[in-house]
C-alpha cells in the first residue's frame, strides 16, 4: 500500500524524477559505514574517559534500538540505516507501517540500478530460504526475489531475521537512488516472504527489546530534515504532553477508525471511515469526495489530471493558525493548514502540491504530512497507536 517511492502517479500522475537529484547530496548518500545513533554515540565517548552523563538511564538503555532517519526530496520518504549479515553490509532501508517485509537488492539482482547489492557469500551468518516472493505496492511498483535468513544490525543491536533477496525491480524503485529497500512493520497476515511474527515482535522474541513498541519521529526538511525510529522504547524528548492511544480497527495494517475531519470547526465528515497510519506514505489520501471538501476551503486550491491539486504557495505563511483536525478514535489531532502545502509546482509559480491527494478507496491513508506533526506510538503488545504532538 505505497504512495512513495518518488512516484505518486496512481494518485495524480505526479512524479519525482529521482535521475535529477543534486550530485552532491548523491555523494553523500553513497557514503556507507556503520553509525550509531546520537545517544549511543553519547554514551560511547563519554565511557572512553570514564564521564558519567547527564541523559535519562531509560533513555541510555534504549539507545541501542534507535535509528536515525534523514529526509529525501522535500520529505518525500524517510531513510536509515540497516547492516545486514556478518560482517554488516549497510543498506538505506524505509521503515514502513504500511507493509510487513523486510527486502534489499542482492548480488544477481537485475535491473537494480546504483544500489548497494548484499553479498551473502560475505556473511558468514546467511542461510537460504527455499521461498519465492513478489510485492506489488499501490504506485504500481514492484519487486520481486527469494528468502533468506541472517542478522540484522539496528544501531546497537543485532538479531537474526527472515529476510526478501530482491532479484528484480520496477524502474521507479531501482532509480531511487535515496532507498535501497524496505523495512516493513505491518503484520504477518500481508506478508509475501513468509513472517508468521512481525518484525518488531520477533526482535521481542529474540531477547533484542524488552518490549514490542517502536516511536516514530519524523522532522522537516526545513528544520533539518532529520527524524528517529526507537524499537522497544519510545523517546520523550520528541513529544510534548502525553500520549494519546488510540485503539487498532484491523491487526493487519496499523489501522484505526476515523470518525470525523473538521477545518476550523466546520465538520467535513459525518460518518466513520478506517484510516491507515502509513510511515511510508508521503501524504494524506483521501477518498475524492473528502478530498474535494477539503479543498473547497482553501482559497485559491485548484485540481486537474497532470497535476493534482495544488494551493497558493503563500498559504504556508498565511495559514499557520487555520487548522484540520482529524478525529482518530474518541481524540482529535489537529494539524495547521500550512503543513498541508508541500513544494512549489513550477520554478517561480505561486502554486505548490498539496499535502493532501485522493484515490477511490474504501479506507484512506494517513502518511508522513500527518505524521510529521505528531509522534506516533506502534504498541504491537496492546494493538494500538499512541499520537502526542511532535516537537524537535
Known amino acids: ?37 546520537t545517544p549511543a554515540r553519547l554514551q560511547r565517548a563519554l565511557s572512553k574517559y570514564g564521564l558519567e552523563t547527564t541523559a535519562s538511564p531509560t533513555l541510555l538503555k534504549a539507545a541501542a534500538g534507535i535509528v536515525d532517519l534523514t529526509s529525501a526530496f522535500v520529505d518525500v520518504e524517510y ?10 553490509q ?81 524502474t521507479d524503485l531501482a532509480r531511487d537512488m535515496f532507498l535501497d529497500g524496505i523495512f516493513g512493520l505491518a503484520f504477518p497476515n500481508i506478508s509475501h516472504t513468509g513472517l508468521t511474527l512481525t518484525t518488531v515482535e520477533h526482535m521481542q522474541a529474540t531477547g533484542s527489546i524488552a518490549s514490542a513498541v517502536v ?16 524499537f522497544g522504547n519510545t523517546n520523550p524528548d520528541h513529544y510534548e504532553g502525553e500520549l494519546k492511544y488510540v485503539s487498532l ?40 469526495e473528502l478530498s474535494r471538501r477539503i479543498h473547497s476551503k482553501i482559497p485559491g486550491a485548484t485540481y486537474n489530471n497532470a497535476y493534482g491539486w495544488r ?10 493558525n487555520t487548522l484540520v483536525t482529524f478525529r482518530l478514535g474518541e481524540y482529535e489531532f489537529p494539524v495547521p493548514m500550512s503543513e498541508l502545502v508541500r513544494e512549489r509546482a513550477a520554478a517561480g509559480g505561486e502554486l505548490c502540491y498539496s499535502g493532501i491527494g485522493e484515490a477511490r478507496s474504501s479506507f484512506i ?19 494500538r497507536i499512541g499520537f502526542a504532538p511532535s516537537k524537535l
Open 1 to 37: 500500500m505505497k504512495f512513495i517511492l518518488g512516484c505518486l502517479a496512481a494518485l495524480s500522475s505526479l512524479c519525482f524524477d529521482l535521475s535529477a537529484a543534486d550530485p552532491n547530496i548523491l555523494q553523500l548518500q553513497q557514503k556507507r559505514g556503520h553509525v550509531l545513533n
Open 79 to 88: 531513510i536509515g540505516e540497516m547492516g545486514i549479515g556478518t560482517p554488516p
Open 90 to 170: 549497510i543498506f538505506h532501508m524505509d521503515f514502513d507501517t504500511g507493509s510487513a517485509d523486510i527486502w534489499l537488492p542482492t548480488i544477481d539482482c537485475n535491473g537494480c540500478g546504483g544500489h548497494p547489492l548484499f553479498d551473502p557469500k560475505k556473511s558468514s551468518t546467511f542461510t537460504e530460504g527455499n521461498q519465492t516472493w513478489r510485492i506489488r505496492y499501490g504506485d504500481g511498483s514492484t519487486v520481486q526475489g527469494v528468502s533468506g535468513q541472517d542478522i540484522i544490525t539496528l544501531g546497537d543491536i543485532s538479531y537474526r531475521q527472515t529476510i526478501g533477496l530482491a532479484k528484480s525491480e520496477s
Open 215 to 230: 516511536g516514530v519521529w519524523l522532522g522537516r526538511a526545513r528544520d533539518g530534515g532529520a527524524g528517529e525510529v526507537m
Open 249 to 288: 480497527s484491523s491487526r493487519k495494517y496499523w489501522q484505526v477508525e476515523l470518525t470525523g475531519i473538521q477545518i476550523n470547526g466546520e465538520e467535513m465528515v459525518n460518518s466513520s471511515i478506517d484510516a491507515v497510519i502509513d510511515t511510508g506514505t508521503t501524504l494524506i489520501i483521501l477518498t475524492p
Open 311 to 320: 494551493m497558493p504557495c503563500q498559504m504556508k505563511e498565511d495559514s499557520a
Open 365 to 383: 491513508i494517513m502518511g508522513d504530512t500527518f505524521l510529521r506533526s505528531y509522534y506516533s506510538v506502534y504498541d504491537y503488545e496492546n494493538d
